[in-house]
């Protein structure tokens, strides 16, 4: 198969593809926000956020004593007893959402040979970091010499997607994708490009990430870009971000397959883009950001105009919101002025690996509902932050089709693009 004809300009319409459509059939995730993918769309278009003191890990060492926790979570009422020791608390969380989202769309994995035809990736920047924690202080602080027979299976990066797999049936190709920041993007384009090209029919894929322990929160304070008030992207009196866990899962499916079998499709996952900065391993860059922006509308055969929103990064840090202003502006122009783009990160925190995941429900809901979520905690413009940032309320707006940014440290971009299901 050619590739794509790709236009000189993002600036043009970009893309002829022969490949084949991705559908999204299926929607779960859990967040601070709530248990359910429902649950945090609805507290995404109310503004409400996940945003607290700390509830779940001693804090008593920590400076920063707040983050985006799942809260009210008992992985005894969802796993059962004999498979639990299993699961470190990023596989609990990919697992539970996975069921929500396979649940919606309708599909038996086990069914036709659908399981040998379906992939599952699944991105998390720490993996179960609960469980090396936790071995950790047994062994260096209590002077335990005996490990938990089953550390390696709970740390590991690749048990979200094992456990998924195991559960559904799904004997494609299965990995974890482990980018920081820009996992799930990561993880979920290339479970698309997997459909675009055959390679497989089907993909559960997202991101999972439980993130909030002692030690990673005082990691993060060292490097001095966490908040101790809460998350206000964009605005003058940000002052960092603010930690958050949870897991966001989809399933993707072959357009026609989908349409033929009567399912509810969600969104389309149009295109991608991803780049990296090849520059610094903690401050971004304009031009590289802007390309994955620029790739994306290319890959989805988009025109800049065609985007009504943008799920941005938004990290509320001083690098991150004013370098992804500009590269918005030098992607879109003009028309960067009548876009829309908040930052969700502002209610459910910032879930590192799991970011772009539990974005994509904000995306897909902007598309299928016409509510663009807010910027929340927003006070007064920086002037170095001068789009339309959605402050502080969601706003109804019919979008035909939306980004989603994800940059990590190491100067990884991965940016989604998603259309409106016809």
């Known amino acids: 198969m050619p590739p794509p004809r790709r236009a000189e300009s993002g600036h043009k319409k970009t893309t002829v593809h022969s490949q084949r459509r991705v559908a999204i059939t299926g929607m779960g995730a859990i967040t601070a926000l709530g248990h359910t993918a429902t649950a945090t ?8 956020s996940g945003i607290g003191p700390i509830e779940n890990i001693e804090t008593d060492q920590l400076n920063v004593k707040i983050a985006a926790e799942v809260r009210g979570f008992d992985p005894a009422a969802h796993i059962d007893a004999k498979r639990l020791p299993l699961l470190d608390r990023v596989s609990q969380f990919a697992l539970i959402a996975a069921r929500e989202a396979v649940a919606q769309s309708g599909l038996d994995f086990r069914s036709d040979g659908r399981g040998e035809r379906s992939a599952c990736l699944v991105g998390s920047g720490i993996g179960g970091e609960n469980s090396h924690n936790e071995q950790s202080r047994r062994f260096f602080a209590e002077k335990n010499p005996r490990m938990h027979p089953l550390t390696i299976i709970r740390v590991m990066a690749n048990a979200p997607a094992c456990h998924i797999g195991i559960e559904f049936g799904l004997s494609g190709p299965t990995f974890a994708v482990v980018s920081a920041c820009a996992s799930a993007n990561h993880a979920m384009s290339q479970a698309a490009d997997m459909i675009r090209s055959g390679k497989v029919d089907f993909a559960v894929t997202g991101g999972s990430e439980a993130c909030v322990t002692v030690t990673v929160m005082k990691a993060w304070e060292a490097m001095r870009v966490t908040a101790d008030d809460t998350c206000r992207p964009f605005c003058k009196q940000r002052r960092g971000m603010v930690l958050g866990e949870g897991a966001g899962i989809f399933v993707f499916e072959e357009w026609e397959h989908a349409k033929a079998r009567g399912a509810t499709i969600l969104a389309e996952f149009a295109g991608s883009g991803m780049t990296a900065d090849a520059a610094d391993m903690v401050f971004p860059a304009e031009v590289t950001v802007a390309r994955a922006m620029q790739n994306a509308l290319a890959d989805g055969g988009l025109n800049p105009e065609d985007i009504g929103y943008i799920n941005a990064h938004g990290t509320a840090t001083p690098a991150n919101d004013p370098t992804e202003t500009k590269a918005i502006r030098r992607t879109f122009g003009t028309h ?4 829309a783009v908040s930052s969700t990160k502002s209610m459910h925190g910032h879930a590192l690996g ?4 539990l974005e994509m429900v904000a995306a897909i809901g902007a598309l299928r509902h016409g509510i663009l979520p807010p910027t ?9 932050c ?21 940059f990590a440290f190491g100067g990884l971009n991965s940016v989604v693009a998603l259309k409106k299901a016809d």
Do not use: H, I, Q, T
Not at 336 to 339: F, I, N, V, Y
Not at 354 to 357: N, Q
Not at 376 to 384: C, H, I, Q, S, W
């Open 41 to 48: 769309w609805a507290a995404m278009r109310e503004g409400r």
């Open 336 to 339: 960067a002025d009548a876009l």
């Open 354 to 357: 799991a970011a772009g995941a």
């Open 376 to 384: 929340m905690n927003f006070l007064d413009p920086d002037p170095a």
């Open 386 to 406: 001068d789009l339309d940032y959605v402050p502080n309320a969601a706003r109804e707006k019919a979008v035909r089709a939306v980004l989603s940014n994800s």
